[in-house]
């Protein structure tokens, strides 16, 4: 029959197959020629290696095909879920079965949407809450962080707890054909399993280098737990008690190791780079070349920077700072137990953890926004954050002045500006939120950390601590470097304090990493 695949599959794995089984069926009486006509963006090559399983078909255009092809609304919503649950197996899969990356433009290179050589291509991996359990904060609209509803319920034992987004549901559903009808029964609802744990993906182990190499294809890794995506700390003991503030001493730069010490006056640093000496007791600003830094402050803590300005945290008496601009002029703002930065906004999580709260602007100005939580993440695409209680997702919606549940549980998330994504507790997928409900797709494989900002998402590869940036094509992510101690970016370039953190290097889309340092304990980046 026209459009059915001709002899055998040829995918990679089972799953694969049964992947494109699931689409010849879909698209049955349409040829590769049909298909690419309809659809455009792909031509029909690409379309022929879909439905013959060779290349996994990207979700978003497998949506678009089932809702295309199955009028029916209600038998539409089951093969959807049924195209859910392939896909994802499909993916896995690929992961599980994916040997050491190659460079791009070699013959074992994946090609956009297909993750054979790379982080799984997305995934669904969310439904709505149960609806028969006991309503939580997090639950529903309306109810903020800590709310006055009950307190939440576990999660709906039917839905996977490996994904950020929770598990879907699966429907099976009658096809709109009766060629597509031997292939699915009728509608019935099944829960998904629990998600079987993706295999970690063996990667070669590269020479330690500091300078960028060519991008290969493979599986990144996600973040430690951290404050805000625009500030990170490296792990160790704690900064010593800061000085007072006013106590800084003159214009300094970072020393570097068998570097003599140069003055630079502080007005003249002007570079978007802000870091923390390594006792913790000084914080400095880049000139902007070279790796010649400037006092700006002591005492005043970690910073933190954005487009709502440079603010500094110090975390053992939980004061907040915002520089004014001059050289040792800081005027302390308020008190927190973490800062966000999204936008022109900055928001803070009380020090009991009991408020999450909107900063308006003047010293010991805040408005309360939300009840207890457990983190807060902020940046282009909103503010979210966690429940204390079972440590559900939710975003805050500042036109209603409302929270909403997003996610379920994940090891750490990080906002961009356009998209949320949040590392699973196994910390073997890397997830991408839809924008709508808590539906996820899986964009990458095993992850020991994810970082993401204004320039993009980054992640680390748990086996060899190389740092990987997601190319914005589900499952393909170039290796850029090592992941060093702690990270911070602007929408320029990437900051990274080196894995001892004797050094500051700086990494472009464009160039090689570059020293600009010595050593640092924490790194923040605006501009």
Known sequence: MAGRQQGELRGRSEQANALARFLCDLT???????LAQRYGEVGKTTWGEYRSGVRVIPWRRLQTVVEREVRDPAVRQGMLNEARRLHQAAQRAAIAGTSAPAAPGTASSAAPGQAASGPAAPGPAGSAPDESAPDGPAARAGHGPGGSATPPAPDNPLTSPDSPGGGANLAIATASSPARRTRFAVAVTVALAV???????????SADHDAARRPRVATPVAPDDIPSPSATRTTGQPPASPSA??????????????????????AEATGPAYALSSDGRTLLRWSGSGDTWATIGAGVGAPYAGEAGVFALDEKTGRVSRYNGTPNSWTVIGTASELAIGGSSLYALAPKRDKVLRWNGRAGSWTTIGGPAGHIYAGGAGLFATEPAYGRLIGYDSAKKTWTRVGNPGAHFVVGPRHLYGLNPARDLVWQWSGSGDKWDVIGGPARAIYGGELGL???NPQTGRLWHYTGEPGIWAEIGDSGAA???????????????????RWSPNGDWSRIGGPAAAVAAVG
Request: proline content about 10%; aromatic content about 4%; overall charge positive.
């Open 28 to 34: 049955d009486g349409q040829t590769v020629r049909d």
């Open 195 to 205: 998600l079987a744990s993706a295999a970690v993906l063996a990667l070669r182990h």
């Open 245 to 266: 503030p006013g106590t800084a001493p003159g214009p300094s730069r970072i020393p570097g190791r068998g570097a003599l010490p140069r003055t630079l006056p502080a």
């Open 458 to 460: 980054f992640a680390v």
């Open 487 to 505: 990270l911070a970016m602007d929408s320029r370039a990437l900051y990274r304090i080196a894995a001892d953190g004797a050094s500051v290097w």
